[in-house]
């Protein structure tokens, strides 16, 4: 269940009951007029079961309760009520398979922003994975994958797309390209500092490298790699589990792709440079891809199951 905090004008707080009355999955409606100083108006409260939010928040923006007065929601960790139990056995579909779009977007926005704490966390996973990539450590890598930021902006362009949102696309992209672009940079002048202090060397990049030279030698199974992870990452974060994430997160070599690239082109040695660089395309690709279609997907099931239970 999510809970509702709404801040309305006192000549519109009628109709929004009347909304949320006609809304399947809602329950524990509180009216409290006149509760809100800033802005004036009454405080509506109410519950409503996860798989119904998404209708009732779109009705409550169209009724322009977002400028002139507040929408706030927030997730129920625990309710005893045989009425919220009621609630969600009327509302459509499962709550675990529901997307709250609205709430997804304002997600994809916060992560997918350029800022310097953004710049930071990639630019670090980039260079753990220099040092992984250079030792052929299997480990550093999988720590870089972790530290790596860089699905939040690909899941803004996957929402931007699917929402028809060019501005959180513009976004999201802004921060994808700068994001690599500062990270590799910063790496490739790492990498050159630590083969001036006799800690990298160009013999270890080009040697055999068992553990990690998959990064620079990309193949149908990236791209396939990138698919499915770009699906698993999409679902955990619409069906709020984010712990999934962290097995997306290390599942798909964005990070060490272009750690080798900078690393490799540092040394001037541009067969590893082309091959990383082939790789983070395909891998970048093969999330948006998936991601967009899995929204999709969701999209026409949510329609469908309102059209059946409607």
């Not at 999510?2 to 809602?26: F, S, W, Y």
Request: hydrophobic content about 50%; proline content about 3%; some cysteine.
């Amino acid at each position: 269940m999510l809970h509702l905090r709404l801040i309305t004008p006192a000549e519109r707080t009628d109709e929004v009951v009347r909304l949320i009355d006609k809304t399947v999955g809602t329950t524990h409606l509180v009216v409290l007029p006149g509760a809100a100083r800033d802005p004036a108006g009454d405080l509506v409260l109410c519950d409503v079961a996860r798989e119904a939010a998404d209708e009732l928040i779109a009705g409550l923006r169209r009724l322009g309760l977002d400028g002139t007065g507040s929408i706030a929601v927030e997730t129920i960790d625990l309710s005893l009520s045989r009425r919220a139990d009621e609630a969600e056995a009327r509302a459509p579909g499962e709550g675990a398979d529901a997307v709250l779009w609205e709430g997804l977007t304002e997600a994809t926005h916060e992560e997918s922003t350029l800022s310097f704490t953004y710049v930071a966390f990639i630019t670090l996973a980039t260079m753990i994975a220099a040092c992984g990539v250079v030792l052929d450590n299997a480990i550093l890598i999988v720590g870089a994958m972790a530290v790596g930021p860089e699905f939040g902006p690909l899941a803004g362009i996957c929402t931007a797309v699917v929402r028809r949102r060019p501005r959180l696309a513009w976004r999201s992209t802004i921060a994808l390209l700068v994001g690599f672009a500062v990270a590799m940079a910063v790496t490739s002048g790492f990498g050159l500092l630590m083969d001036a202090v006799g800690l990298f060397s160009k013999a270890r990049l080009e040697a055999d490298r068992p553990n990690t030279g998959f990064i620079y030698a990309p193949d149908w199974f990236s791209f396939v790699v990138a698919v499915l992870a770009g699906t698993a990452g999409t679902l955990s974060l619409t069906s709020a589990k984010s712990g999934a994430l962290v097995g997306v997160a290390i599942s798909v070599t964005t990070v060490p792709a272009a750690a080798n690239a900078a690393v490799a082109l540092a040394y001037g040695d541009t067969s590893q440079t082309s091959g990383s660089t082939v790789q983070l395309l395909l891998n970048l690709l093969g999330i948006i891809l998936a991601g967009t279609l899995t929204l999709l997907a969701q999209k026409y099931f949510w329609a469908r199951q309102r059209e059946r239970h409607g």
